[in-house]
């Protein structure tokens, strides 16, 4: 029956009717889809870590810009997905920002484990901006409900690492963050670091926040890939 999803163990997506769409029963924050485009599509429910497994799971990661599209409600996304000019192509994945009442989506595409692609998500004055390079890595974070993205090796190397990012960008499935990026960076004035912690809204980028803050510290490297820094107070 068009209308209702199938419903499945918690914290798994289920299959919407017999469409490519899948829910995740997450109503306490906006709600998460997945489109697959696998081969043959997976009767039985999946999780977010199988979703990023890709193979026979492979598909793409939704954000929606109506937050009223709920588990009630889905068919709204299935038809705005049916709708697109570029349908996601068969056994792709990555993430999608979904206007489902029309103007242009945004991708992420993913290739493995690396950015299959750059992208610029923010406002267009730069203020509230990221830029995502083409072949960072990108990590399902420990709990499940987040990824980091990491700067990507072999690129030019011209800002010291403290002045990029101590931390990964981090992007958030699940929450009031859902579908956003957070950012923590640092800019070195002498001993004086200036942090900044950027969120930015794809769907909404007059939403899109930064603060800043000024501390006395060290960034300490960890030898990790993430994070890639420690923060010392300066004695």
């Known amino acids: 029956m068009m209308g209702t999803p199938s419903t499945g163990p918690a914290g798994t997506f289920t299959q919407y009717s017999t469409t490519k769409l899948y829910c995740y029963?997450?109503?306490?924050?906006?709600q998460l889809f997945y489109w697959c485009t696998a081969e043959?599509?997976?009767?039985?429910?999946?999780s977010i870590a199988q979703a990023w497994g890709g193979g026979a799971y492979a598909g793409w990661f939704l954000f929606v810009s109506d937050p009223a599209v709920?588990?009630?409600?889905?068919?709204?996304?299935?038809?705005?997905?049916?709708?697109?000019?570029?349908?996601?192509?068969?056994?792709?994945?990555?993430?999608?920002?979904?206007?489902?009442?029309?103007?242009?989506?945004?991708?992420?595409?993913?290739?493995g484990d690396v950015l299959a692609a750059g992208a610029v998500f923010g406002t267009s004055s730069g203020l509230h901006q990221l830029e995502?390079?083409?072949g960072a890595p990108i990590i399902l974070q420990g709990d499940g409900t987040s990824f980091a993205i990491l700067y990507p090796e072999g690129l030019p190397q011209?800002?010291?690492?403290?002045?990029?990012?101590?931390?990964?960008?981090?992007?958030?499935?699940l929450?009031?963050?859902?579908?956003?990026?957070?950012?923590?960076?640092?800019q070195p004035y002498g001993d004086i670091y200036y942090q900044y912690d950027l969120v930015v809204d794809p769907l909404d980028?007059?939403?899109?926040?930064?603060?800043?803050?000024r501390y006395a510290i060290q960034l300490v490297p960890t030898g990790e890939a993430f994070p890639a820094y420690a923060i010392r107070p300066l004695s």
Request: net charge negative; charged share 15%; glycine share 10%.
């Open 132 to 134: 995502l390079k083409k």
């Open 70 to 111: 709920n588990l009630a409600n889905p068919k709204a996304v299935s038809q705005a997905m049916g709708n697109l000019a570029e349908p996601p192509a068969q056994n792709s994945g990555g993430f999608l920002w979904l206007y489902v009442d029309g103007g242009s989506d945004l991708t992420l595409p993913v290739s």
């Open 205 to 213: 980028p007059a939403g899109s926040s930064s603060t800043f803050a």
């Open 158 to 173: 011209a800002d010291p690492p403290e002045k990029k990012a101590a931390f990964p960008i981090v992007l958030d499935l």
């Open 25 to 30: 029963p997450d109503v306490t924050s906006p």
């Open 175 to 186: 929450g009031l963050n859902a579908g956003r990026f957070s950012f923590t960076g640092f």
């Open 40 to 46: 043959t599509l997976p009767s039985e429910p999946f």
